[in-house]
C-alpha cells in the first residue's frame, strides 16, 4: 500500500473514530451550569400562552412576577410550535422548573417518567388543596389511575360551541335554533337575506376550520367526535358510526347548497375568525371565550357597532341532550430535572391567590390596568389584551373579575359547562383523525355518500387496531 | 507523514470546514443512526432494540404510500421540471427582441426567489372558491368554481405544476448561460453547410447543452426524496393521502409524535434511497466522461 495512501486510510479512521466518539457521548453529564444558590429563589419556565402579548411586554410580565413573588424568573416563550420546542428542549437536557402543557402532551410525558408526582405537595398546600380555589370535579380531569397528580390547572378550560351573530338574528327576525333543520334555515336566511345590508350576495351561514369543531352538530344524533370507551373498555370512535351519517348529509346539503363557506375544509381558525369579524359569515364553531372577544374586537374598532356575538347550544339529541367539547385542559408541571421544585411549587400558589389571578387575567399593572383607590381601570393597552395574559378565566371561584368579563363571555361559558364533556383522546388518536377526516370530507363536500363514508371510515379504523367495536 | 507536512498550511487552511461538517453534519447523521436502533426517551438512557424501528417503517402502510406518492409527485417534478426549462431557454434564445427576453426572463425568475410559504398563499388564494381569480374566470365564462385544493384528482397535479412554476425560471437561466457559451464557429460553420435553424438546435445546441443537462437531472434527482417545504405548505386534511411525501411521515413521527427511532430510521432510508438513485443516475448519465 502507497504510503499516501495508508495517510488518507488514517485520517479517514480517525475521522470516523471521532465522530463515532462524539456520537456516543451521553448528554446525561453533570451539569451544573444554572443551579440555584441556596437562598436565591429562581425559577425557570417554559410557556406558550401565559406572558406577555409581545417580547417588550414579556420582559414586564417577568418584572411583574418578580414584584409580586420576590422569586427570579426567566420565562421562555417560543413564538411557534411549542410542543414540539417543549419536546426538543427536554431530550437535550435543557432544565425547567416549571413547563405549560395540555393533558394530552402530559400523558406522554408521565408515560415516560419525565414529570415529577406531585399529589403531596398539593395535599401539603392550603391554596392548591382549596376545593373553592381549584373544584375537586376539575382535580377528577387530570387524576391518574394510579390516584397520583402530576399537574397543577393553569386556568379555567373553556370549551368549544356555536358562536352566532345574534344581531343578524335579530334583525331577520330568527329564533335561536335547536334541530339540525334549524340551523339549516338559520344559514339559508344568513345566506340569503343580505344580514349585513351591502347589497351583495357575499354571506355565508356557517364557517368552520376543518372539522374543528363540528360537535356541537354531531350532537343531533348523540355522536362523538373523538374516542370513546364502552363498560367492556373497549374503544370506538362515533363519527364513524351509521348514527353519523344524517350529520354528514346535513353538511353535504350546506356544501351543495353554499350555506357552508366554501373554504372550510381549508381554513385556519384565524381565516375563520377574520370571516365571522368582517361580517361575511353569521356563525363559527370556536371557543366560548372568543365570544367575548368578538364583541371585545369589534366594540374597540367601533363604539357603535351592532356587531353581536352569542355563543349558543348545539343541536339537541335524540335523548334530548346537546353533547359540546370541553376543551384539554391547560396544566402547569415539573420536571424530574428541575432545579428548583420547591419554588416551582410556591408559584403555582401565587398564581391560583388573587395576585396571580389579576396578572393572569388583567395583565400588568401600571400597563394593563391601573389601580387606584382599590378602583381597577384597563389602560388602552389592556384593553386591546382584552383582560388574558394566558388566563381568561381562573379556576379560583372565589376571585371575581373587578373590570368585569367581556361581553357575552358568562352566558356562554354557563352553555359549556352544562353541556360539554372532556374529549377521551389516546396515543392512537392523530392516526385515527387522519382517516376520520379523509372520509368525513369527503360526505362533507357529497364527493361520495354519507353512508359509503362511514362504512369505509370505520373499516380502515378496524383494520388499523384503532377501534375494537 | 512527509505529506501532511509538506501540505501544512492546506490542511491547518481546510479544517475550519471540516470541523463545521464535522459537528453539524457528520455528528449529528452518525447520532442519527444510533437513535435509529433505539428506543428513544425524551430523560434517561435510550435502550438499543437492533432493527425493530426498520421493520416498524417497513411494516407501516403509510410509508408505503407516501412512498408511492413521494415517487410520483417527485418524479413528475424529475420529468417535466428537467425537461420543460429547455423548452423555454431555447424558445428565449429565439427571441430577438432584447428588451422582452429580459423581461420574460425576469418575469419567470421571480418565483424562484420567494419562499414556499409565499408561493403556496399565492396559489391557495388564486385557487381558492370564494373570491380566487382562477375560479372568477371560470364563473365569467359560466363554469362552477372548483376547489383545486381539496379534490384528490387534481392534488398530485398541483404539487408538481407549482413546483416547475416556481423553479422554471431558475433552470432557464442555467440553460441560457449555457446557450451563450456555445462557440459562435460551430453555427458559422452549419450556416456554411446549410443547415436550417431548426437543424442548428437538433444538432449543435441540443448536443451543447448535454454537461449542463447532467448536472441540472442530478441535482433535481438528489431532491426527489427530499421534497417537504412545498407539500407542507400546500398539503391539507383533505388531499393528504394524495400528497404527504416521506420527509413530512419523518416530520410527523419525528415531531409531532416524537417518536425519534421511527423517524430517523424512516429518515435514513430516504438516505440510502437517494444515495442509491444518484449513484445509477450517475452511471447511466456517465457523468464523469466528457459529453
Sequence with gaps: MRKDTRFKYLIIAILVGLIMILAACNDE????????????????????????????????????????????????????????????????????????????????????????????????????????????KEWDLIEYEDGNYYGVFNKFEGGTMPIVRQDWMEKLNLQQPETLEDFYNVFKAFKEQDPDGNGKDDTYGLSTAGLYDIQGFLSAEGVKYKYVYNEEGERTIPIASEAAVPVLEWFAKLYEEGLLDPNFATNETSQMRELFLTDRVGMVTYWDAWVGLFNNIRLEDDPNTEFKAKGIPGAVGPEGDIILRRGDPSLWAIPVNAESPGVAKEFLEFWHSEKGNVLSTLGIEGHDYTLTDGKYELTEIGKEHSMDHGVVVPNNTNWENPIGSLPGVEEAQEIILEHATLETSTEDWPEAEKIVQNYAFKAMMGEIPAKEAVNKMHEELMDAGLIDY | MNIFKKHMTLYLMIAPVAIYFLLFAYYPLARGLMISFQEFRIIGDNTYIGLQNYITVLSDPVFWRVLVNTLLIGGGILLIGFSFPILVAISLNEVLKVSFKKFTQMVIYLPHLFSWVIIGGIWIYLLSPDGGLVNEIIKVFGGEPIHFFTQEKYAKPLMVFTAIWKDVGFLCILYLAAIVGISPTL???????????????????????????????????????????????????????????????TYEKGILEFDMGVATAASFFVIFATLILTLIARKLLRFDEEA
Excluded: C
Excluded at chain 1, 419556565?45 to 426567566?74: A, H, M, Q
Excluded at chain 1, 417518567?113 to 380555589?133: H, W
Design chain 1, 29 to 136: 453529564g453533570t451539569d451544573n451550569e444554572g443551579e440555584a444558590t441556596e437562598g436565591d429563589k429562581s425559577l425557570r419556565i417554559l410557556s406558550n400562552v401565559v406572558g406577555g402579548k409581545t417580547p417588550e411586554e414579556n420582559e414586564l410580565f417577568v418584572e411583574e412576577i418578580e414584584r409580586l413573588t420576590d422569586i427570579k424568573v426567566e420565562l421562555v416563550k417560543p413564538p411557534a410550535d411549542y410542543d414540539q420546542k417543549l419536546l426538543t428542549a427536554m431530550s437535550s437536557g435543557e432544565k425547567f422548573d416549571l413547563v405549560l402543557l395540555t393533558k394530552n402532551l402530559m400523558d406522554i410525558l408521565v408515560d415516560q417518567g419525565v414529570l415529577t408526582e406531585i399529589s403531596d405537595q398539593i395535599a401539603e398546600s392550603d391554596i392548591l388543596s382549596d376545593t373553592t380555589v381549584i373544584p375537586e
Design chain 2, 187 to 249: 453555427y458559422e460553420a452549419a450556416k456554411i453547410d446549410g443547415a436550417t435553424r431548426w437543424q442548428e438546435i437538433r444538432h449543435i445546441l441540443i448536443p451543447q447543452l448535454y454537461p449542463t443537462m447532467k448536472v441540472v437531472f442530478l441535482l433535481n434527482l438528489l431532491g426527489v426524496l427530499k421534497i417537504f417545504d412545498q407539500i407542507f405548505i400546500m398539503r391539507n386534511p383533505t388531499i393528504a393521502r394524495e400528497v404527504d411525501v416521506l420527509m413530512v411521515y
